[in-house]
């Protein structure tokens, strides 16, 4: 029990010795840059995160992006005959760009096709002239056990765009007196489909095995239109007019000179998304970066402040050296203050960054987005403040040592 109340007599006095030379307002000034360089570190981190959801269409990890692209149709083309098909050539060269993953190729019927649904209570009945288009099940977003063709009990499953729903719901429909359908009833509804072609005329039941965000068109399996075109068309592959490419980012600016170095156009707005995304994660970039800019400047003004106080205690830490601490004893004293400090900063950066997520959070869930999660954040923060420590505690004990090896 001696032995211990020894050790922190000796700590105690070996503090009181050393923090005379301690500057407060150096330390403040360490502490402050440094709250502000982790607050704006983590604080931009957590935003990423919480405003990464409301870009987001899929919920994975690694977020993936379709685009669907076409030639532009140009007055000379349509009168000239020229075409607008992508050649093998082309399409090579795409996918050899950095921001393409993969590349999938749209087909389409070669032949006349009708399409019949019965809709209303009374029986009536819809017939129109339709189209099928079919691309690998992978860039498909509707996932179905029925999505195969089977030759020998043909029956068409079809993917079919959402808003071709709402065209009929909120058009079509109020316009002609018709019932509103929703999603399950529609694919409850019986279809027949009649192919013509090759001097046939046959009909098909068919039936909607799902509805589709990312692709605007009515969709069928690969296998069915490889068949239903050997049978009713011609039979022979064409180049295909649309591509759908899975890219890294829709918004990279590479991707979009290219696109518009070729005259390649994009469906949708999923440019106009992506730009948006590419600009909020280079806007979260450069504040992080700035962040750890000043968690750094803050490490060396620490370290700066520290090699003062060590400057100024040369003649008292040598004189203590010989009487026969430690350098671990004296360099001890001082880790301990960084650390006490390094810590402080670190819990009170994290509060700040709360009460901040709290005040825009009302602002995100306006938009639909229950925000982010914030272990990321406090990984980044500890990690930061961890390596600050270090390099600390590394730099401290290397001086003590120079000190302690003069003085042998």
């Excluded at 065209?167 to 399950?184: D, K, M």
Aim: with cysteine; net charge positive; hydrophobic share 45%.
């Amino acid at each position: 029990m001696s032995k211990k109340n020894n050790d922190n007599t000796s700590k105690s006095l070996l503090w009181k010795l050393l923090r005379k030379h301690i500057s407060a307002s150096q330390l403040v000034g360490f502490s402050l840059a440094s709250l502000i360089g982790l607050t704006i570190v983590i604080l931009a981190v957590q935003f990423h995160q919480d405003v990464k959801p409301v870009f987001d269409d899929e919920e994975s990890f690694i977020r993936k992006d379709y685009l669907i692209v076409t030639r532009k149709v140009s007055t000379a083309k349509t009168f000239l005959g020229g075409s607008n098909e992508f050649k093998p050539q082309a399409i090579a060269e795409i996918e050899a760009q950095p921001w393409c993953r993969k590349v999938g190729k749209f087909s389409s019927n070669d032949y006349s096709l009708y399409a019949t649904m019965s809709v209303g209570s009374m029986g009536q009945s819809m017939e129109t002239m339709m189209f099928f288009e079919a691309i690998p099940t992978e860039f498909i977003d509707v996932t179905d056990r029925d999505w195969k063709f089977d030759p020998e009990h043909p029956e068409v499953p079809v993917i079919m765009s959402r808003d071709y729903l709402s065209l009929y719901n909120f058009g079509f429909a109020a316009s002609q007196g018709l019932p509103q359908v929703s999603e399950g009833i529609v694919s409850s509804v019986p279809l027949l489909f009649t192919f013509r072609g090759n001097g046939r005329s046959e009909t098909l039941k068919g039936r909607i095995v799902g509805f589709s965000n990312r692709l605007n068109t009515i969709v069928v399996p690969e296998e069915f239109m490889k068949w239903s075109n050997e049978r009713y068309g011609s039979g022979v592959e064409r180049d295909p007019s649309r591509l759908i490419i899975e890219v890294n980012s829709p918004g990279d600016v590479k991707m979009q000179r290219f696109l518009d170095d070729h005259g390649y156009q994009v469906a949708g707005d999923k440019l106009q998304q992506g730009k948006a995304h590419y600009f909020l994660n280079l806007v979260v970039t450069i504040v992080i970066i700035v962040g750890i800019i000043i968690s750094l400047l803050s490490f060396f003004v620490l370290m700066l402040s520290i090699f003062l106080l060590l400057q100024k205690n040369t003649k008292k830490l040598q004189d203590l050296l010989l009487l026969g601490y430690s350098p671990a004893q004296v360099s001890k004293t001082y880790i301990n203050m960084v650390a006490a400090i390094n810590a402080a900063v670190l819990v009170v950066a994290v509060i700040i960054m709360l009460v901040s997520r709290a005040s825009y959070m009302s602002m995100l869930k306006s938009l639909g987005t229950d925000g982010g999660n914030i272990i990321i954040a406090l990984i980044v923060a500890v990690i930061i403040m961890a390596l600050i420590t270090a390099g600390n505690i590394i730099a401290i004990k290397r001086k003590i040592n120079s000190l302690w090896i003069h003085s042998s």
